[in-house]
């Protein structure tokens, strides 16, 4: 009996021995997750996020003439709903005139001066001339007056004919003198008429004009289509109290919804990355079932600055294929841009590089049952994994996570690397310099 209760009791002591060094185990594989090194093709895809506007549109313009009234900025009183189907010549939005209707006012008065000054001028001239005819009359009259006296004098003393010769002549040379003061005072009345007439059509033209730019202040739609708010300096749509230039007069657009493109920022890391013809694959957040596609039209040569960020990024634009009715300007998109694709890669996921100084890659790579902290050569990346160019077998099978106690190891290095790397010197004072050891260690 007490030989059954000793083998009884060795035999759950067995049990319980395996129980925990198998659950020990599980729990260390769920520790240690690994990824295997995968051979295929290798997409270089940058994702970022973008919206939707139309590749052509018109744009509905308020009255740039204000500027020729030294008027530099209106104020939008109301503006239709964003999103508005209308017709061409619908009203779209009406501005504040009042500083306008100042100048045109003023502009009002300048015309009836102008208008009077013209007509009194006019007067002027017609009366200056009307007194020249008649002096030219009277001493035309006096001429002949003087003319037949000498005629008549012929039988009277020589003294009394040489006078009448004299008046006759004085009488002829004041007729003569006051012919051509009337043709002067004709071209200067000319002169006059001229000078106020130019004015007058002057104020009349500039008056005229106002009056056209009057009626711009009620902005209609140039063709037919949706009406999609013009952004501000700062980003934001403008609306009803916004304040629009003159120098781009933009109230609102109409976009051609048949051919829409999405705009989107890259960073300057990734924009060597980026070239014009990529393909790319565009998701809306309306509707996340719905795929499209597109290609890169456009890359901006110089970087700008967003509101609210210090990084610098470059305008991308995507055109995208085909035409669907449910696009709208702003939506929201996700774009992958696919800027390379590597037929046949070796690649791994991006957490299982490990870096030392800046100076060497590594993974820790399973070998049997030991580990090995081995250094790699690596090619391009994409959001999750990268390029193994060397140090890696296809099927190898690496850590995500650093191994415990693996830290201090020492790195397998490749001799394919040598003089690739930066130097050590470089990075550390002379006392800190230590050799480097190219033995790999084998860990359990």
Request: with cysteine.
């Amino acid at each position: 009996m007490k030989k059954k209760l000793l083998i009884g009791g060795g035999a759950l002591a067995v049990f319980l021995i395996v129980f925990f060094v198998v659950r020990g185990n599980r729990s260390s594989e769920v520790a240690d997750v690994m990824a295997s090194v995968k051979r295929g093709p290798f997409k270089v895809e940058i994702e970022i996020t973008g919206e939707l506007e139309a590749k052509n549109s018109v744009k509905i313009l308020g009255p740039s003439q204000l500027r020729d009234f030294r008027i530099w900025n209106v104020t939008i009183q109301s503006i239709v709903d964003e999103g508005t189907v209308v017709k061409k010549g619908d009203w779209i939005a009406t501005l504040d005139r009042s500083e306008f209707q100042n100048r045109f006012n003023e502009k009002q008065i300048e015309l009836e001066k102008a208008n009077s000054k013209y007509v009194q001028t006019q007067l002027d001239t017609t009366l200056t001339m009307r007194q020249s005819r008649d002096e030219l009359i009277n001493l035309r009259y006096g001429q002949e007056e003087k003319k037949i006296i000498l005629e008549q004098s012929k039988y009277e003393p020589p003294a009394t004919i040489k006078q009448h010769e004299i008046d006759f002549e004085k009488a002829s040379r004041a007729y003569a003198q006051a012919l051509e003061n009337n043709k002067i005072k004709k071209q200067q009345n000319v002169e006059k008429m001229r000078e106020v007439s130019a004015e007058l059509r002057k104020v009349q033209s500039e008056f005229s004009s106002m009056t056209k730019v009057m009626e711009s202040f009620n902005v209609t739609a140039p063709e037919e289509g949706m009406v999609i708010y013009e952004k501000g300096w700062d980003g934001k749509p403008i609306k009803a109290g916004s304040q629009i230039s003159m120098w781009e007069p933009t109230v609102a657009t109409l976009p051609d919804l048949t051919k829409m493109m999405s705009k989107t920022y890259v960073n300057e890391v990734d924009v060597r990355k980026v070239k014009a013809g990529q393909d790319v694959q565009v998701g809306l957040d309306a509707y996340p079932d719905k795929k499209l596609t597109g290609k890169v039209i456009r890359v901006a040569n110089v970087g700008e600055q967003r509101p609210n960020s210090d990084a610098k990024v470059f305008e991308v634009a995507v055109e995208i294929d085909g035409t669907d009715p449910s696009l709208r300007p702003s939506m929201t998109t996700s774009n992958r841009i696919i800027a390379s694709v590597i037929k046949d890669a070796m690649f791994i996921p991006l957490e299982c590089l490990h870096s030392q100084a800046d100076t060497i890659t590594y993974v820790f790579r399973k070998e049997g049952i030991n580990t090995v902290k081995q250094e790699v050569m690596v090619g391009q990346t994409n959001a999750n994994d990268v390029v193994i160019l060397g140090g890696l077998q296809e099927n190898d099978r690496v850590y995500l996570s650093i191994p415990a106690g693996m830290e201090d190891d020492e790195i397998a290095l490749l001799k394919e690397m040598n003089g690739k790397r930066k130097k050590k010197e470089e990075q550390q004072p002379e006392e800190e310099k230590k050799p480097e050891k190219k033995q790999p260690t084998a860990s359990n």
